[in-house]
């Protein structure tokens, strides 16, 4: 079992609408938890991140975050065709140290 | 904003060659870290540095050495490529919250 699961997609979604990408992660010590987005033969770019359970909001994006189920979560409010890439959700233990990232969920925001 | 650099973006080498990656972190970031992505894949972690110390260790093979300076750039040098090599190399700094990527280098291996 990966340390850090997500669905591959693709998750497709209407212009407007709200995406859902979902991630678990086994490691119950996981301290710190990240969002990424990357296009085809791109660096991965941040988006957001979250420490304690909750949600967060910044922009169009929310992460959420519950220890107890070892989820995490990020929506997308008002998906854009720019929003169709891979999400990467990463996951790490300690702070400062390296962090795992999940196999990514690609997202297709249909005009 | 400054960003992290990678030098040089591409690089094709033969099998059995040396290739030697550069990143620079941002400004005032202490810690770089190296991951490696095949097609298709998720980043893979290879190793990191903090001041200028090892601190962490992936999934790098004992072909592949790193460094960091006193200018807190690194260098990942590979030594007797391999077809498997070919991928893409990211270098990431991180000061606080969340690490930043530099915009890779693309080693192909012939």
């Known amino acids: 079992q990966k340390e850090v699961e997500q669905n591959s997609g693709p998750l497709s979604v209407p212009e407007g609408a709200i995406a859902s990408l979902n991630c678990t992660y086994s490691?119950?010590?996981?301290?710190?938890f990240f969002w990424y987005r990357q296009y085809s033969g791109k660096s991965p770019e941040l988006i957001m991140f979250i420490y304690s359970n909750g949600d967060k909001e910044d922009g169009r994006f929310t992460a959420q975050l519950n220890k107890a189920s070892q989820y995490v979560s990020l929506l997308i409010r008002d998906s854009q065709p720019s929003d169709s890439a891979t999400y990467l959700c990463?996951?790490?233990?300690?702070?400062?140290?390296?962090?795992?990232f999940g196999p990514g969920t690609r997202l297709s925001v249909l005009p | 904003a400054a960003g992290v650099i990678q030098s040089p973006r591409h690089l094709i080498k033969e099998k059995r060659e040396t290739a030697t990656l550069k990143c620079y972190p941002i400004p005032r970031h202490d810690t770089v870290y190296w991951y490696q992505q095949g097609p298709g894949q998720d980043p893979q972690f290879l190793i990191s540095?903090?001041?200028?110390?090892?601190?962490d260790k992936g999934s790098i093979p004992d072909r592949f050495s790193a460094q960091q300076f006193s200018d807190y750039h690194s260098e990942l040098n590979m030594s007797s490529l391999e077809l498997g090599d070919s991928a893409l190399y990211f270098c990431?700094?991180?000061?606080?919250?969340?690490?930043?990527f530099g915009p890779g280098t693309r080693l192909t291996v012939l």
């Open positions: 990431a700094s991180s000061y606080g919250p969340g690490w930043y």
């Open positions: 990463a996951v790490n233990q300690n702070y400062g140290q390296n962090f795992v």
């Open positions: 490691d119950r010590g996981s301290q710190s």
């Open positions: 540095f903090y001041e200028k110390m090892q601190s």
